[in-house]
């Protein structure tokens, strides 16, 4: 496989949080690659060595942008030019919660005017088990006339990127690899094995579709839990967080997972609902799944209610009083603020009256975004004692590392601290800071 000519041009459809690490990955493995997206504004900061995403550095933008192996384009035409086709745009749910296809079904339709023969095309956005086999096949053979295992090759590789992990990057992170056709498999795996530490090889798409569902569902599920032992500790007045770690001092059989505000991200919160959309075509019902979605997304209802307790402590309403939203990411250190449950505790603070402000030393101003446009282009406070001081209560819902924890206690009489950025409290300190 080594020796085939066919896998030394790479395109890559969708520079997000994961196709441009991606697109770095092969790069940086000799490949020639290609960039694709439909934002001009990404692919203009590129070119200028610039990046958009704030864990990935200009440096290494600029290795792509300098680099005459690395093209980065908005035309669509020069599919053409390459030999591998990987696929990593957006996959949310709709507004009835119900997967949201447009981004692989138009990728896929522009794919189907370029497809040649020997195209290998992978698709590594997270969906339902099918997509490849079922989707994809069909309207890359309706619009080619191809053949798929004979004439191109589909396959399917999800991506578990981990954004802002110092620990594991994409070529470190083992990829799972499958394909319905050998020849699909045999192409996909030679090529991921060619950028990457190591390839996990599985017999179908389905099967990798699943896995990645799998792990996710595992998060998901498993936080729901802690987060319900969190709410039935706190009404016993214990711990939660010196339970948790007690348990983790067992060296087998248990897995250390850590409660909070709410589920957030692009994946954890969306992805198990592919297999919920799914199941329902074989007469299944997903309880595990439901029911772990209805308890994390109470979580940030609990963090209100300890707001208001806080405040009512202190002879306050919700109604005009001024509240600090510490961290609108959705997970500490990276300026993803997709699905985060900040704006959910927001837009209920606001709609009971609240000044709402926000400090987050990773996203200074609030993007334009497919959620929250209400609070498009608010700009995060100043980190200093004047500011803070300010405000009735400060919620700590990301913990981001580079904010001065001994500094907001010293300046805030009243935070609200769903992360455990404070463990142990004495008790004067419990005059002040009320975990959620
Ligand atoms: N972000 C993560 O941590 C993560 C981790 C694992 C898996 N995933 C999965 O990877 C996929 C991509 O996620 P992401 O976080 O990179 O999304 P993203 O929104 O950061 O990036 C997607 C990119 O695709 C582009 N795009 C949209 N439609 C397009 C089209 N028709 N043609 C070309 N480009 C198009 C967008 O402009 C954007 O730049 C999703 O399925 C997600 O579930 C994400």
Redesign the pocket.
């Known amino acids: 496989m080594k020796k085939n000519k066919k896998i030394d041009k790479v395109g890559i459809?969708?520079?997000?949080?994961?196709?441009?690490p991606l697109l770095y990955t092969f790069h940086q493995a000799g490949f020639n690659v290609i960039g694709?997206?439909?934002?001009s504004s990404?692919i203009d900061l590129i070119t200028q060595g610039k990046s958009y995403i704030k864990h990935f550095k200009d440096s290494q933008i600029k290795k792509l942008s300098v680099s005459d192996r690395c093209v980065v384009t908005t035309d669509?035409s020069l599919l053409n030019e390459v030999d591998s086709i990987l696929i990593?745009?957006?996959?949310p749910l709709d507004h009835y919660r119900k997967p949201d296809m447009s981004?692989v079904v138009?990728?896929t339709e522009?794919i189907g005017k370029y497809l040649r023969s020997g195209h290998l095309v992978v698709l590594?956005?997270?969906?339902y088990p099918g997509t490849t086999d079922e989707l994809l096949k069909n309207i890359l053979e309706n619009s080619s006339g191809l053949v798929d295992g004979k004439d191109f090759y589909l396959a399917y590789s999800?991506?578990?990127?981990?954004?802002g992990n110092p620990d594991f990057n994409t070529k470190s992170i083992p990829k799972v690899v499958g394909s319905s056709t050998k020849r699909g498999r045999e192409l996909a795996v030679a090529l991921y094995e060619k950028a990457l530490d190591k390839v996990v090889t599985v017999s179908t798409a389905k099967v990798a579709e699943s896995a990645?569902l799998l792990e996710n569902i595992f998060r998901s599920v498993n936080i729901a839990l802690v987060n319900e032992m969190k709410l039935v500790m706190d009404a016993m007045d214990i711990d939660i967080h010196e339970v948790i770690n007690a348990a983790a001092t067992k060296p087998f059989g248990f897995m250390k997972f850590t409660p909070g505000p709410g589920l957030g991200?692009?994946?954890i919160p969306?992805?198990p609902f592919y297999l919920t959309w799914k199941a329902r075509e074989y007469g299944l019902n997903t309880r595990f799944i439901e029911l772990a979605g209805e308890v994390n997304s109470a979580m940030p209802e609990f963090v209100v209610n300890k707001i208001m307790l806080a405040l009512n402590r202190k002879g306050k309403a919700f109604k005009n009083s001024k509240i600090l939203i510490l961290g609108i990411a959705y997970k500490p250190n990276v300026d993803?603020m997709?699905e985060s449950p900040s704006f959910v505790i927001m837009d209920r603070l606001v709609s009971l009256g609240a000044d709402i402000d926000f400090y987050d030393p990773w996203i200074p101003v609030i993007p334009s975004s497919r959620e929250h446009m209400n609070w498009k282009g608010k700009v995060s406070v100043e980190w200093k004692e004047t500011v803070i001081k300010e405000y009735d209560a400060v919620v700590i819902v990301t913990d981001h590392a580079s904010v001065d924890y001994s500094e907001l206690k010293k300046w805030s009489d009243c935070i609200i601290d769903t992360r455990n950025v404070y463990p142990n409290l004495s008790e004067s300190e419990k005059e002040k800071i009320y975990k959620a």
């Open positions: 459809i969708g520079l997000g949080y994961v196709g441009l694709f997206d439909i934002d990404k669509f990593c745009v957006p996959t981004y138009q990728t522009t590594e956005s997270t969906t999800p991506e578990r990127e981990d954004p990645k991200g692009h994946c969306i992805d993803d997709r």
